[in-house]
């Protein structure tokens, strides 16, 4: 099986090194010994319905609320994400997954309405590291910075992806979402390089199976190192 990562406008939505994303799910396919075919698809060309899994990032207000009514007009992701294709989305691409968005005005902008979200302003930007605990049991602690302005509320029924335990994420202690196949998250860094159990997990659920944690040293080098950064002695302790 070759999994088909879609990485959907990478020039409109990759302001923060999210394109990253892809090569460490690359990588990491590759260490399991699973085959990954790339396709970018620019901001106006058509989106495949078929792929595996599909990665937006982040990306600055106007070209969010772009990104969102690309992807609204086309209407294949919705298609793929019906069927239960793997989904990250990163910062802008997290917030678009909402019913709404703050856009460059501050104005509500219509999101994908894929999942019950709905993002407003911070008081304050956040900007910086962001340190925090899955609820998905076997996942370690998550490492990468945020830089946004949103707060994104979510719904009763959508789990958040972890607990805060340095930064802001979602605003209210929380961050990120997981729901079916969909993460959404505020990690950058890129975020699946500092966290190749995230990779894992997606490619997981592209193959239908569990796959073996394979720690590199180098990236558990990186991640003590970042996560020491906000955290000091305690980086490993329980948040
Ligand atoms: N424009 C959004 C915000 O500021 C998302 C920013 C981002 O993707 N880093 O909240």
Redesign the pocket.
């Given at each position: 099986m070759t999994i088909t990562i879609v990485s959907i406008y990478p020039a409109l939505l990759g302001t923060?090194g999210d394109a990253g994303n892809v090569l460490a799910l690359r990588h990491r396919a590759g260490l399991h010994g699973l085959a990954t075919e790339v396709v970018n698809v620019a901001a106006g060309e058509p989106i495949p319905a078929g792929g595996d899994l599909y990665v937006l990032g982040?990306?600055?207000?106007s070209a969010?609320t772009a990104a969102a009514r690309g992807i609204r007009a086309d209407g294949s992701l919705r298609t793929a994400f019906e069927r239960g294709a793997a989904l990250l989305a990163v910062?802008?691409g997290y917030?678009l997954l909402g019913e709404y968005f703050p856009d460059a005005t501050g104005a509500p902008a219509e999101g994908l309405g894929f999942i019950d979200l709905r993002t407003d302003r911070l008081p304050r930007r956040a900007v910086g590291e962001l340190a925090a605990d899955p609820q998905l049991p076997g996942l370690p602690r998550l490492t990468g910075y945020e830089?946004?302005?949103?707060a994104t509320h979510r719904g009763p029924g959508v789990e958040p992806l972890a607990a805060v335990v340095a930064g802001v994420g979602n605003g209210d202690g929380t961050e990120g979402a997981i729901a079916g196949h969909v993460i959404g998250t505020y990690l950058h860094g890129p975020g699946l390089a500092r966290n190749p159990a995230v990779a894992d997990l997606l490619l997981s659920w592209c193959v239908g199976e569990t796959l073996e944690p394979l720690l590199e040293p180098d990236v558990e080098a990186l991640r003590e190192e970042r996560l020491r950064s906000v955290l000091g002695d305690g980086w490993n302790r329980p948040g």
């Open positions: 923060y982040g990306g600055e207000d969010q910062c802008a917030q830089n946004h302005g949103g």
